[in-house]
């Protein structure tokens, strides 16, 4: 089902069946990130990640464009945000070791944010250059608190792209990052799928969606259902990602070597997100 927002920009694709009242949403039609809604990510598990930046980020014809940059023979990128959770701040885990997360944790910034269930959907431009990768995603901000993902949330990867191959990968599950937590064990990682999300329209845009009920998850991409599962879900209220990540630096300071084949400039293309609910008879 198609549905009209009064602007300029593409449609909404909704799924039929039910009716839906837009909630939030950000067509990036000023001249600038609005920082009401958005903020960067710096930190990995507790670390100052080594890409994460808040430089490459613009907005212009009614277009968000997170760019990759190259300095000196390093690479960066932005992960932008609209809530935080407790990895966001300096701690002692280290990425490689053991699970050094450590309870209880401080306050956390007040979201720009969150929801819970709904429709969320964002209509991209995928990047053309390998080595690095965008996504938009959820995330809880206690997720791995507790054994149960239902009352601290979880990671649903609604998109990501890895690859210059028409692939993307959607419903990868996360009900914590340390050690016993639901989605450590890879054959954990619940409606986990790859598939080929095609050429986009005629600008070369794709739309990536969820819909998120107590019932699961069913993941979107141009209308057409690629996954779907229903364990674990998430009983909470989570914030939204819009991310890009520069590969071979989780294990040191160095670029991939697909990395270094990178032309630039590239960018990462978001043309809105938004934020459905269903309303009920």
């Known amino acids: 089902m198609l549905y009209y927002i009064d602007n300029d920009h593409a449609p909404s694709i909704l799924p039929d069946g039910k009716k839906w009242k837009l909630v939030w949403n950000d067509e990036f039609d000023g001249d600038s990130l609005d920082t009401t809604k958005w903020d ?28 990759l940059i190259e300095k000196d023979g390093q690479y960066y990128s932005a992960h932008l ?29 007040e979201p720009k944010f969150m929801h819970k269930y709904g429709y969320y ?43 210059r191959d028409g692939t993307c990968t959607c419903g990868n599950i996360w009900g914590g990052y340390g050690k016993d937590r639901v989605g450590n064990d890879k054959d ?22 969820v819909d998120w009920s107590p019932e699961g998850y069913i993941f979107y991409c141009d209308g057409r259902e690629v ?24 294990r040191g300071n160095e670029p991939s070597p697909e990395l270094k084949k990178a032309v630039l400039p590239d960018c990462f293309t978001v043309d809105y997100v938004r934020v459905y609910d269903e309303v009920k008879e």
């Open 40 to 67: 960067f990510r710096l930190h990995l598990l507790h670390q100052r990640h080594n890409t994460f930046t808040t430089e490459g980020v613009t907005v212009s014809d009614s277009k968000l464009k997170i760019s």
């Open 81 to 109: 945000q609209t809530g935080y959770n407790f990895l966001d701040k300096p701690g002692d885990s280290d990425f490689e070791g053991a699970y050094k997360y450590e309870w209880p944790i401080a306050k956390l910034d």
């Open 121 to 163: 959907e964002c209509r991209c431009k995928l990047q053309e250059q390998p080595g690095w990768w965008s996504a938009f995603w959820l995330q809880s901000p206690i997720i791995g608190a507790s054994l149960d993902p239902s009352y601290t949330g979880i990671e649903c990867d609604i998109m990501e792209n890895f690859k």
């Open 188 to 209: 954990k990682r619940t409606g986990r799928v790859n598939y080929n999300c095609g050429e986009g329209d005629a600008e070369g845009f794709h739309i990536f969606a």
């Open 227 to 250: 996954s779907r599962t229903n364990e674990p879900v998430s009983d909470c209220e989570q914030f939204i990602l819009v991310s890009t990540e520069c590969q071979g630096y989780r």
